[in-house]
């Protein structure tokens, strides 16, 4: 295949065929498509939840995604070619992640992302799904192959183990660089049906943590007056904030644990300029967690700016705000923090 690009002098500039792995670290494949979720699928992206992801064998899993119904996605990056043990390897990694529950998927996305929220929320907020719509946890599994030489016996045997009904997917890519140093991959299924592959970055297993100062950067005039107060708010209440990739868990903290109150996020996270409750995260960690959920629910709907998503309720950020209704917000967190202090911890 020959590419070319088009100069300003309508000459043709050829793209050169190059190897990948003589230019690029291993890790390189890997962060292009953790970043470009919808190179996987034409019509669909897949939503990243780990990298590198540590099995029961002490083996490790490139990628794992999940796709919109819940079904896993594992994905093994070869920069050269494939070796005969890689589809057994795939298999390895697929016989893990087949006994995984919801709660254990929850808790590889939590450590990657760096975020306290949990993957329900995000996965419908990921995929604009409806909150009414079921989602069937890990019922099936595609394994997918990215290489820029799939060998003739990792093709043979793929397309056997499809025919018994495993979904096995290969995909080839074509590295190319021209005289200006301007690079493009091209990618075709040599397994599997059309619906595949395209590329995304990171240097390490876990999304790189934001801050205070990077997330205020990214708020609009009603977000920096919510979020400010909030922030005060919680220097007075000595609470504490667990940052993740994109926001923060607000916390109350015990002598021998902490439980979060709400989640916050801006305008550039998958949930909008938003704060979430953390009903879960109650539920989960303090005692008559039924009384104090019901009052914080109670609370906002007659606060009147929260709505329902999914198990939770958000204040999606995106209309003028003004200083009685932060107030009003802060008056609910205020008692409702008063409530888990009088019940406590559940003791474990």
């Given at each position: 295949m020959k590419l070319f690009t088009i100069d300003k002098d309508g000459k043709f500039v050829q793209f050169k065929e190059q190897e990948f792995k003589e230019e690029n670290k291993e890790i390189d494949?890997?962060?292009?498509?953790?970043?470009?979720?919808?190179?996987?699928?034409?019509?669909?992206?897949i939503l990243i939840i780990g990298r590198?992801?540590?099995?029961n064998l002490n083996t490790f899993i490139d990628l794992l995604g999940v796709d919109q119904f819940g079904n896993t996605v594992v994905i093994e990056l070869k920069r050269g070619k494939t070796p005969r043990e890689t589809l057994a390897q795939l298999i390895e990694y697929a016989s893990f992640i087949d006994n995984l529950d919801y709660n254990q998927l929850n808790e590889i996305y939590q450590d990657y992302s760096g975020e306290d929220a949990n993957l329900e929320d995000y996965h419908q907020e990921y995929y604009k799904s409806d909150s009414a719509d079921k989602v069937s946890w890990n019922k099936n599994s595609k394994l997918v192959i990215v290489a820029s030489n799939i060998t003739p016996e990792i093709k043979q045997t793929a397309m056997y183990l499809r025919k018994k009904g495993l979904d096995v997917y290969c995909v080839e890519f074509?590295?190319?660089?021209?005289?200006?140093?301007?690079?493009?991959?091209?990618?075709?299924?040599v397994v599997g049906d059309e619906e595949f592959i395209?590329?995304?970055?990171?240097?390490?297993?876990?999304?790189?943590?934001?801050?205070?100062?990077?997330?205020?950067?990214?708020?609009?005039?009603?977000?920096?007056?919510?979020?400010?107060?909030l922030f005060k708010f919680a220097e007075q209440k000595e609470?504490?904030?667990?940052?993740?990739?994109?926001?923060?868990?607000?916390?109350?903290?015990?002598?021998?644990?902490?439980?979060?109150l709400c989640f916050g996020y801006p305008p550039n996270s998958v949930y909008k300029q938003s704060i979430y409750t953390g009903f879960e995260e109650i539920n989960k960690k303090i005692k008559n967690?039924?009384?104090?959920?019901?009052?914080?629910?109670?609370?906002?709907?007659?606060?009147?700016?929260?709505?329902?998503?999914?198990?939770?309720?958000?204040?999606?950020?995106?209309?003028?705000?003004?200083?009685?209704?932060?107030?009003?917000?802060?008056?609910?967190?205020?008692?409702?923090?008063?409530?888990?202090e009088m019940e406590g911890l559940k003791i474990e």
């Open positions: 494949l890997e962060i292009l498509l953790e970043n470009n979720p919808e190179y996987f699928f034409d019509n669909s992206k590198q992801v540590t099995t074509k590295y190319f660089v021209n005289n200006s140093d301007n690079k493009m991959i091209s990618s075709d299924f395209r590329t995304k970055i990171s240097s390490s297993a876990q999304l790189p943590k934001t801050d205070k100062e990077k997330f205020l950067i990214t708020l609009d005039k009603n977000g920096k007056l919510l979020f400010d107060s609470l504490i904030f667990r940052w993740g990739s994109k926001g923060f868990s607000l916390n109350k903290t015990f002598t021998n644990g902490f439980v979060g967690a039924e009384t104090v959920i019901d009052f914080y629910k109670s609370e906002l709907e007659k606060f009147g700016k929260f709505e329902q998503a999914k198990s939770n309720l958000k204040w999606v950020i995106n209309k003028e705000i003004n200083t009685p209704d932060i107030e009003n917000y802060l008056d609910i967190l205020k008692r409702v923090i008063e409530k888990i």
